[in-house]
């Protein structure tokens, strides 16, 4: 009898198990936070907040004049040696990708600085000019105040840890904005053509 009230008991713990692996990880479908994000972007899309952005020529941007159109979106310092000066040269070569849709009004790349106190217009500008900047369509901005900054953060799922060595550890990716201004997807950084398909399946006339 205590054999059978032990395996039954282990049964019970086993299935507490199973049901609290499958709330942690959405079903079983994901199993790393950066996964649950994508998972949670792509079935619910988020809203851009209503916020102003400082761009690299100095002029403000209005995140939601920027509305009507399809916006690839990264997150940069530019002070980074790592995965920032790779992905400013992915933005520059989808510049070449994007150029029709570009050009046509229905996409525009945006990279905002994490770090708006060290990334004035100056450094924002230096920063696309290394990356191979073509001149159209990418705007690199920086939020106005640390209240938008943690709201953008907070609708993309930006994770900015300092380092301690004046830097950052940061998760990295291109988010999906569509017309309609809700954040629709996320895609991995280091494949811009993923990103570039929404762009092409969503922006022809």
Avoid at 99 to 123: T, Y
Avoid at 145 to 155: G, I, P, R, T, Y
Avoid at 184 to 195: G, L
Wanted: charge should be positive; proline fraction near 5%.
């Amino acid at each position: 009898m205590s054999a059978l009230k032990t395996l039954l008991a282990s049964l019970l713990i086993l299935a507490a198990g199973i049901a609290a692996l499958a709330a942690a990880t959405d079903g079983f479908r994901a199993f790393t936070s950066e996964t649950a994000r994508r998972i949670a972007v792509r079935e619910h899309p988020r809203r851009l907040p209503s916020l102003s952005l400082q761009a690299a020529d100095g002029r403000i941007v209005e995140l939601g004049g920027l509305r009507g159109r399809w916006l690839l979106v990264d997150f940069i310092y530019t002070r980074c040696i790592t995965y920032c000066s790779v992905q400013g040269s992915e933005f520059a070569q989808l510049q070449d990708r994007l150029a029709r849709p570009i050009a046509a009004g229905r996409a525009l790349l945006l990279s905002i600085s994490f770090d708006p106190a060290h990334d004035a217009p100056a450094q924002l500008a230096a920063y696309q000019h290394r990356s191979g900047d073509r001149g159209a369509g990418w705007i690199a901005a920086r939020p106005l105040n640390a209240a938008d900054l943690e709201a953008l953060k907070q609708v993309f799922g930006v994770t900015a840890i300092p380092d301690g060595l004046g830097g950052y550890v940061h998760n990295a990716a291109i988010a999906v904005v569509d017309p309609r201004g809700r954040l629709v997807a996320i895609t991995d950084w280091s494949a811009p053509d993923e990103a570039a398909r929404y762009v092409f399946q969503g922006a022809r006339p």
